[in-house]
């Protein structure tokens, strides 16, 4: 599944991942590859990333993310809206 994380101030990171999981307004929940379409806002927490191969970021936003393991990455968000269509995942975060 492909993932693209947007701010108001750049992209941070656009590239294949396995799964991932966010803070959505009612809940925490997770979406893997196939997931049915789904819009959602997202409030105030970590999303967690779980990569697909190779996780590439580029310098001026690789000190926003969290390196777990070598799979596993997480991003701290105040809010923002995620949207996932045809294994896409757009995330729009603050």
């Known amino acids: 599944m492909i993932l693209e994380i947007v701010s108001p101030e750049a992209k941070l990171f656009s590239g294949e991942i396995s799964s991932i999981s966010v803070p959505g307004v009612d809940g925490r929940f997770q979406m893997l590859n196939n997931h049915a379409p789904i819009v959602s806002l997202l409030q105030k927490g970590t999303i967690n990333i779980t990569t697909a191969g190779n996780f590439e970021l580029n ?3 690789a000190g926003l993310f969290n390196k777990v393991n070598d799979q596993n990455y997480t991003l701290e968000i105040a ?14 975060a603050d």
Do not use: R
């Open 59 to 61: 310098e001026e936003t």
């Open 79 to 92: 809010s923002g809206t995620l949207e996932l269509k045809d294994n896409k995942v757009i995330v729009l």
